[in-house]
């Protein structure tokens, strides 16, 4: 028997395209197709599965715009006292996280005690009251291609890392070296301590932490597979496909690596497939908890894409789209699904299968998904092609081991892609943009029945949304012309108590933000009204931060903070408080200055 349906750990999934409400004339576009998930009785099946997969969608040079790999191609790890009860906690900001219940790896934590920060390849411990590095911990095999980021439990650090191993005499990564995931656990009682590492030849997606239990995602896109292709030839892609029928098992599933020489695979029975297609990468949940150690990771395993993650604390949700057959040049790419998958991650177990299905489109980002009150609500956008393209919004709820599609609306931005979504309890608010940016509000306190309650035009586009108090909604993005050029930074203030308006907005011409592309870089203190939003000037030498008060109906400047002496191409990448202290950080150093009179500033240099 090739395969059995996926229960407990996952379960059977087929997604219902029961009517919602439309929210504009016309036809809708109709619902994804039937989805489930299989589960493998055994690892020859699995073994096959892969195999058949991944004959039909290799090319004469690998997979389409990225060749494969030699399987052999892993890389593993190489291998004053400042006591956390010591230091009274202040009172501190935290990483702008979508949801409350579920922490977010950033790359600057701090407990109000201490401020935990990474960069260049080392992990940093800052004494907030005293304004200096107590210490500084190299971690071990990193390099200048490696982009890593951390969680804070009481004192226990995780840094979670993409590694990118360069090849000897070269400067920069080779164009496709596959990335290799590397957790280091350090102990912060004492002095910065390695006390666990675990490694695997995967590509570290993302994670969230829910007390000390940390859920992380990982993927391998490609098997490792030492194929003799590599041309046009017409028998390349049957030399291609005889390698890949040869293949061991460890060519797709991943092996996790401890530093003490242990490992672990997923074992077969915990790994399935979408029923729809068979897969040709792997996407893996481990669950781990930061006060126990790097022990088994307890994996899941689902043979697919996985792309976009989002968690509440109670569930956790992965989506993904399938990657093509290969096809000539000629041939159209198919119209994109996007497959979810819903772990249960309440408690300190490994992650429970749920349920699963398809919606026709793709998403945004994370900030595309939101779960309230059991339902899962999801903004997607139908069409790559702006011009054509449509987008709606779409609420799916979980009847048994489905999630079967239960109301939706569309008609939204036709003709422009989504630029950013945010749900807050039972509203929506969703921008679109190609020339003016329609600010669109959904009311969806009947699920069933989603209703478009108001709509604003204005220049430009808000790439972040997030709530402020009184029934107001922050917006960070470009200001555009009536042709739709972006021509700088722009910071919008709406009233969305009723039908929206914008009630003030603050330009800066000639600049962006990364909060446009990463929210982690944004920071609002409510007490306050502190708004602080890193800034990118073309040419600029110095890494600088705008700092704005929000307050009532008004927008205000409070002035601008520079790091000294920087080199070109540096900027600010994170804002927190502790205390009465505004810390901003880059690549090269810590910059604390007065929250209140942004003065009195002191720089700690990353040497």
Same mark, same amino acid.
């Given at each position: 028997m090739r395969g059995r349906?996926?229960? @407990? =750990?996952? =379960?059977m999934l087929l997604l219902a395209g029961t009517a919602g409400c439309s929210g504009a004339p016309g036809p809708r576009p109709s619902p994804a197709p039937p989805a489930r998930l299989v589960a493998y009785g055994g690892c020859d099946a699995l073994l096959e599965d892969l195999r058949s997969a991944t004959a039909e969608k290799v090319g004469p040079t690998g997979f389409e715009g990225m060749p494969l790999l030699?399987?052999?191609q892993v890389w593993a790890l190489g291998g004053g006292k400042l006591p956390a009860d010591a230091l009274p906690a202040q009172e501190h900001s935290t990483t702008n996280a979508h949801e409350p219940g579920a922490d977010e790896p950033d790359l600057v934590k701090t407990d109000g005690r201490r401020i935990v920060a990474v960069a260049d390849q080392r992990l940093r411990v800052i004494d907030p009251v005293t304004r200096t590095i107590t210490h500084t911990?190299?971690?071990?095999? *990193?390099?200048?291609?490696?982009?890593?980021?951390?969680?804070?439990?009481g004192d226990r650090a995780l840094v979670l890392a993409n590694h990118m191993p360069p090849i000897a005499g070269e400067e920069s990564p080779p164009r496709y070296a596959g990335r290799a995931?590397?957790?280091t656990l350090v102990d912060l009682s004492g002095p910065p301590k390695i006390i666990g590492t675990m490694a695997s030849d995967t590509e570290y997606l993302d994670a969230r932490q829910h007390g000390s239990t940390v859920r992380v995602v990982v993927r391998r896109t490609h098997p490792r597979i030492d194929l003799p292709g590599g041309t046009d030839r017409e028998d390349a892609i049957e030399e291609n496909r005889v390698e890949v029928w040869k293949a061991p098992l460890d060519a797709w599933l991943p092996v996790f690596r401890l530093d003490d020489g242990r490992t672990y695979r997923t074992p077969c029975d915990q790994v399935s497939r979408p029923s729809a297609y068979k897969g040709t990468s792997t996407l893996t949940v481990l669950t781990l908890d930061l006060a126990k150690g790097l022990g088994d990771p307890r994996a899941v395993t689902i043979t697919a894409e996985g792309s976009t993650v989002y968690g509440n604390g109670q569930s956790l949700y992965v989506t993904g789209m399938d990657r093509p057959r290969f096809r000539s040049p000629a041939r159209e790419a198919p119209e994109p699904n996007t497959d979810i998958y819903k772990f249960d991650v309440r408690g300190d177990g490994?992650?429970?299968?749920?349920? *699963?299905?398809?919606?026709?489109?793709?998403?945004?980002?994370?900030?595309?998904?939101?779960?309230?009150?059991?339902?899962?609500?999801?903004?997607?956008?139908t069409d790559r092609n702006s011009r054509t393209s449509q987008s709606s919004v779409l609420v799916l709820a979980q009847h048994g081991e489905r999630l079967d599609q239960v109301g939706r609306i569309d008609g939204l931005g036709e003709g422009e892609r989504i630029h950013s979504v945010r749900f807050i309890?039972? /509203? /929506?608010?969703?921008?679109?943009? !190609?020339?003016?940016?329609?600010? +669109?509000?959904?009311?969806?306190?009947? @699920?069933?029945? @989603?209703?478009?309650?108001?709509?604003?035009?204005?220049?430009? +586009? *808000? =790439? +972040?949304?997030?709530?402020?108090?009184?029934? !107001?909604?922050?917006g960070v993005g470009q200001d555009a012309d009536t042709s739709g050029r972006t021509t700088g930074l722009q910071v919008s203030l709406f009233d969305v108590s009723g039908a929206p308006r914008r009630l003030d907005a603050y330009t800066v011409p000639g600049t962006t933000s990364q909060v446009e592309f990463d929210p982690h870089a944004f920071l609002y203190w409510p007490?306050?009204?502190?708004?602080?939003? @890193?800034?990118?000037?073309?040419?600029?030498?110095? =890494?600088?931060?705008?700092?704005?008060?929000?307050?009532?109906?008004a927008i205000t400047r409070a002035g601008t903070v520079r790091h000294p002496g920087l080199y070109l191409g540096n900027a600010v990448t994170r804002s927190l408080i502790v205390g009465g202290t505004l810390w901003t950080t880059s690549e090269a150093g810590a910059y604390a200055t007065d929250a209140a009179t942004l003065e009195n500033g002191d720089w700690l240099p990353y040497d």
């Open positions: 349906l996926f229960a @407990p =750990a996952a =379960a030699p399987r052999d911990l190299k971690l071990p095999g *990193s390099n200048r291609f490696d982009h890593g980021e951390l969680l804070l439990s995931t590397r957790l490994p992650p429970r299968y749920a349920a *699963s299905g398809s919606v026709k489109g793709f998403l945004l980002n994370q900030y595309s998904m939101s779960e309230h009150n059991g339902n899962l609500r999801l903004a997607t956008t309890g039972s /509203a /929506a608010y969703v921008v679109t943009f !190609r020339q003016t940016d329609p600010l +669109y509000v959904l009311d969806l306190a009947d @699920p069933r029945r @989603p209703v478009r309650t108001g709509e604003l035009k204005i220049t430009g +586009y *808000s =790439a +972040y949304l997030h709530p402020v108090a009184g029934d !107001r909604l922050l007490k306050s009204g502190l708004t602080v939003v @890193p800034i990118t000037r073309p040419g600029a030498r110095t =890494a600088e931060a705008l700092a704005l008060k929000v307050t009532g109906d």
